[in-house]
């Protein structure tokens, strides 16, 4: 074997798949080559490296994280969506209520407004003022009726 | 609780089946993540956004392959929107501090941070590796750190990738053949110390 075989086969006899014969010849070049033996020793390393690696362990205090963030993120998104369904109603209830607002104004200036009595003042003071106001009108009714006489 | 049970639990974001969610999934999450970005503190943030992707999308999971392999298809996608992302914001302040510093020096953010319980040149093998893995194309990173590191088979990898038995063989002769070639250098600079 030279080193160019060396290094095609390398993966293989790292991973222990080579054919025996194969692999003799592989394991007596490295016995008499310094310079591939010392790649495949630095190979080697490397294998332990990701062996080291696989080992790492993440810290024990991951999943309660994961838990918390997922838990706020649900409380956020519930409080956001109760937050979109008022924002969808808030045009309603604003008309809603001026229009509640309009009618009660309304009601009350209905119930009140055109009754309003100066205090004092007696039913016969009203009529009195009332014919004095509307004197224009009682001539007009005079008139007419004088006329259709 | 079975997988089933299990997803249609997570889709009505009921906590019992979230909490045995990430106690059954966080270790795989987490370890796959950390494989690709080669920092742990990394790959548990990271893991929180994976498993909110993986409640957000739970509705498109449509059965075509199994649970497992779903959650690795989001978490090795996750860890490469992860790695472009760092690459665009350190080329992005390395620009800035090329810009900006009197020496024009701009600072290296792609180095892989190591743990310090690794001994010196331990650390420095470590960082050649993921260096070296971080080089590949994507398809062969993926295919590579998921039969080398978490161990799985052809058949697994194929799921996750959706691709072929052969291809995956392929890419993973492929991904050693240029691992072999990046390293192989570096060998003979540590032969030589």
């Known amino acids: 074997m030279v080193c160019a075989d060396m290094k095609k086969n390398l993966f293989g006899y790292l991973e222990d798949k080579l054919p025996a014969d194969v692999q003799c010849a592989f394991e007596e070049h490295l016995q008499s080559c310094k310079s591939c033996s010392e790649i495949v020793s630095e190979c080697i390393s490397f294998e332990k490296l990701i062996s080291k690696e696989k080992t790492t362990v993440p810290n024990t205090f991951a999943g ?10 649900l409380e956020s998104r519930n409080y956001h969506r109760r937050i979109n369904h008022l924002r969808f109603l808030q045009p309603a209830l604003i008309t809603f209520s001026l229009i509640l607002a309009l009618f009660i104004g309304f009601l009350i200036g209905r119930e009140n407004g055109l009754n309003v009595r100066p205090e004092g003042v007696n039913k016969v003071q009203t009529e009195n003022l009332k014919s004095y ?12 009726l004088l006329s259709n006489k | ?52 992707e993986i409640m957000e999308s739970i509705k498109k999971f449509r ?46 953010h792609l180095a892989i941070p190591s743990p310090c319980c690794f001994p010196f040149e331990e650390q420095e093998k470590r960082a050649l590796l993921y260096q070296a893995i971080g080089r590949l194309p ?18 697994e ?18 991904a050693k053949m240029n691992l072999q070639k990046r390293l192989l250098p570096h060998f003979s600079e540590y032969s030589k110390k």
Do not use: C
């Not at chain 1, 106001?133 to 007419?144: R, Y």
């Not at chain 2, 049970?5 to 974001?13: A, D, N, T, V």
């Not at chain 2, 996750?78 to 090329?98: M, P």
């Open chain 2, 138 to 155: 994507e398809n062969q990173r993926i295919a590579f750190v998921l039969q080398k590191f978490e161990e799985q088979s052809y058949k």
């Open chain 2, 63 to 108: 059965k075509e392959a199994s649970f497992t392999t779903w959650v690795y298809r989001i978490t090795v996608n996750k860890s490469l929107n992860k790695i472009r992302k760092d690459k665009r914001r350190a080329i992005i302040s390395s620009l800035e501090s090329v810009f900006h510093s009197p020496q024009g020096k701009g600072a290296n």
């Open chain 1, 133 to 144: 106001l509307f004197i224009s009108d009682f001539i007009d009714e005079e008139q007419t």
């Open chain 1, 64 to 73: 309660t994280r994961i838990l918390q963030r997922l838990e706020s993120e």
């Open chain 2, 1 to 52: 609780m079975t997988d089933q049970e299990l997803i249609e639990g997570i889709k009505r974001h009921d906590r019992i089946a979230i909490r045995q969610l990430v106690d059954q999934y966080q270790k795989k999450v987490i370890k796959t993540a950390y494989y690709f970005l080669g920092n742990m503190e990394d790959a548990e943030d990271l893991s929180q956004e994976i498993f909110l």
């Open chain 2, 157 to 174: 990898i194929a799921e996750v990738m959706s691709m072929s038995l052969s291809s995956i063989e392929s890419l993973i002769h492929r």
